[in-house]
């Protein structure tokens, strides 16, 4: 399997050249160079399958260079957590993906890139630099899933002031190989020196560098393994129905992998990406215009982006084509106001607590059921995170104090560690230099 650059002028490179480059050279985006469908068979009886069985065989499909005995201990040591699908109300489905370590989805991406790194690193002589921008729980699972990792350098770089204290917690208080840098702006102020590092010739020629953000094909692709696999819960449940996948949305790294999981064959009907007020993908669907905007800061943190880079991988999924992207996707964005009224009408109905992210993808669910109510297919929200992350929200649509699970407890505890740097591109260079 080759991957190329959305650019197309980069040559095409191995799946483990385009995890250490991070960005193609040309400045695009890795995507598969064409998509290979899990077999006939597999597809017919995938509810017979285990968790993990799925992630082989997905990562196997991407990856068929690696043994299939190396990828099985790839796989065993990522998904070390269930990802349950939990029936929310008729119909309408949450697949949890936030049972990891740090409570929320990204840590099978994170998780995955770390093990598949260790891997590859195993008998080469050779240190490692990842930089990763975050705008909320992509920095504490890049953290957790690469702290102490022989050879590896971690930066992370989030917006001062805009994650909750919760999740600064989990990314600035680890040490050891994990540096936190907090940059006295937004995310897409973080997303452009990440960038930019990524492009230095300086930097390049002295540090082997790389993202761990979804911009890196290596976190993304694993991503399509828990799509597929709320997929295969389904079929247990209606053999018949192909569902709509809802998925929040903020760098469109999820809903890019949830159109993966189609691309190899698994049968979803159709897609709604859920944004909150940063609702420039939406826009794109209703204008096809892609006009980027400051972000805006809202009760939905980890999704305040207003330059997504992945819609770079969807254009060219879509062949630049907003009518066929129209036809597969359908936008919604939510307000905060939308945000607190779903967490309480669904605390109130059924008990659920839901975290302000998937509050947005409900929220977003229930407009497109309004919006569409011919469709009689199943939606499935992913979930992406644990409630108890954002209790400043929860009490506040509530009322009530959510306990803290004890990795949370434990984080909050600890001393911050964390450098604070301005988004002049100059000093995160000096930093970076200094550590070569």
Not at 339 to 358: A, M, V
Not at 385 to 412: M, R, S, W
Request: aromatic fraction near 8%; hydrophobic fraction near 40%.
């Amino acid at each position: 399997m080759k991957f190329i650059s959305t650019r197309r002028v980069a040559p095409p490179v191995t799946f483990f050249e385009a995890l250490l480059n991070g960005l193609a050279p040309d400045g695009g985006l890795y995507i598969p160079r064409q998509f290979v469908h899990l077999s006939e068979a597999f597809l017919k009886h995938a509810e017979n399958n285990t968790l993990l069985q799925l992630g082989e065989a997905v990562m196997e499909n991407f990856l068929p260079e690696v043994p299939r005995a190396d990828m099985q201990k790839i796989i065993n040591d990522t998904l070390t957590f269930p990802i349950p699908l939990i029936e929310l109300e008729n119909n309408l489905y949450l697949s949890e993906v936030f049972h990891g370590p740090t409570l929320a989805f990204k840590d099978v991406g994170a998780r995955f890139m770390a093990n598949a790194l260790a891997y590859y690193l195993k008998n080469k002589n050779m240190k490692l630099t990842i930089i990763v921008a975050t705008s909320g729980d992509t920095g504490s699972a890049i953290a957790h899933g690469f702290h102490k990792t022989p050879n590896i350098d971690v930066y992370i770089l989030y917006p001062s002031g805009k994650i909750t204290a919760l999740q600064e917690k989990q990314m600035t208080t680890l040490g050891d190989n994990i540096h936190a840098l907090e940059v006295t702006g937004t995310f897409d102020d973080c997303q452009v020196l990440v960038k930019t590092a990524l492009m230095d010739d300086e930097i390049k020629a002295k540090i082997q560098l790389t993202t761990a953000n979804s911009i890196n094909i290596a976190r993304l692709l694993p991503q399509t393994i828990y799509h597929g696999w709320a997929l295969e819960q389904i079929k247990k449940i209606n053999l018949t129905a192909d569902p709509t996948m809802v998925v929040p949305s903020g760098n469109f790294g999820n809903l890019t992998a949830a159109l993966y999981a189609r691309g190899i064959g698994f049968p979803i009907n159709h897609f709604v990406a859920a944004t909150n007020a940063n609702a420039i993908v939406p826009s794109y669907l209703q204008s096809g215009e892609f006009i980027p905007k400051p972000t805006e800061h809202t009760l939905s943190n980890a999704m305040d982006v207003g330059n997504p880079s992945n819609f770079e991988r969807l254009n060219i999924f879509y062949d630049k084509d907003v009518r066929r992207m129209r036809h597969d996707i359908s936008g919604f964005s939510i307000s905060d106001a939308e945000t607190l009224t779903q967490i309480r009408q669904s605390y109130e109905k059924s008990g659920y607590i839901l975290d302000p992210h998937t509050a947005v993808g409900v929220a977003a669910a229930k407009q497109f059921q309004l919006k569409e109510p011919s469709n009689t297919d199943p939606l499935i929200v992913t979930a992406t995170a644990h409630p108890a992350k954002f209790p400043d929200v929860i009490k506040e649509a509530i009322g009530i104090d959510i306990p803290l699970p004890a990795a949370l407890q434990t984080a909050l505890d600890l001393p911050k560690q964390a450098t604070v740097i301005s988004p002049q591109f100059a000093e995160l260079k000096k930093i970076l230099l200094a550590s070569s």
